[in-house]
């Protein structure tokens, strides 16, 4: 599968593939995070939010993955298909602020090729 | 299932023209935001509302831009005058009261001639 170490704006993989998409995030105090993917003209869908207090939580298809220490978020996308070619966004909160308005990352570009 | 509605999808305006922007929750929901979202960009935060007090405006240029919700349902989001760096996709989003989750609606996408 394809992997990305560091954020990177696009990232282009083939059908089947697994995906793996990084966002650094800013505030050490965040408590939420959520990933959305957003297709060309609509706006951002959810696809998967983990808490601060887990390292790992698994969707279909999906697992997003959160590492605290170097405040990093990852989407992993199992077996990658045409339709889920998108702009991927990570999103946080900070702790305690429920309610407060979610804060986004960069987003990266994900194309699938059959 | 419910969705937030946003209109118009698009919208071309004359720079100094008036042009508002309408966006309708999910019902119930309490907590309502706009993003602008420039092309090639992540959203960002323009103004939240609270039923219809505003919570954060902070990012809203206020000379040009103004919100409103006056019944704590709808909102309408004005910019007069439309300047050449509006031109953006205008994301309406809402959330129940004291969750994270937040769901948007398709945008209106700007563009200021």
């Known amino acids: 599968g394809e992997s990305v170490g560091l954020h990177l704006p696009t990232l282009s993989v083939q059908e089947g593939d697994n995906s793996i998409i990084n966002c650094a995030y800013s505030?050490?105090?965040?408590?939420?995070f959520i990933w959305y993917k957003q297709e060309s003209g609509k706006g951002p869908q959810f696809i998967i939010d983990?808490?601060?207090?887990?390292d790992k939580r698994q969707g279909q298809r999906v697992t997003v993955l959160l590492n605290k220490t170097v405040k990093h978020l990852s989407l992993q996308i199992a077996a990658t298909q045409p339709g889920d070619s998108a702009v991927y966004f990570c999103?946080?909160?900070?702790?305690?602020?429920?309610?407060?308005?979610?804060?986004f990352g960069k987003g990266t570009t994900l194309s699938v090729s059959s | 299932e419910a969705e937030v509605a946003q209109s118009p999808r698009y919208k071309i305006t004359e720079k100094s023209q008036a042009v508002a922007f309408w966006c309708d929750p999910i019902?119930?929901?309490?907590?309502l935001y706009w993003y602008r979202q420039i092309l090639g960009q992540g959203p960002e935060l323009l103004v939240q509302?609270?039923?219809?007090?505003?919570?954060?405006d902070s990012q809203l240029p206020k000379d040009r831009f103004s919100a409103e919700r006056l019944k704590g349902v709808d909102s309408t989001l004005k910019i007069q005058p439309a300047e050449l760096g509006d031109s953006a996709m205008y994301l309406c989003?809402?959330?129940?009261?004291?969750?994270?989750?937040?769901?948007f609606g398709q945008g209106t996408r700007l563009t200021v001639v």
């Open positions: 989003a809402s959330t129940q009261w004291g969750a994270n989750e937040a769901f």
């Open positions: 505030n050490s105090a965040s408590d939420y």
């Open positions: 983990i808490r601060s207090n887990m």
């Open positions: 999103a946080e909160i900070p702790a305690n602020q429920a309610g407060t308005a979610l804060i």
């Open positions: 019902s119930g929901h309490a907590t």
């Open positions: 509302f609270q039923d219809e007090s505003v919570v954060d």
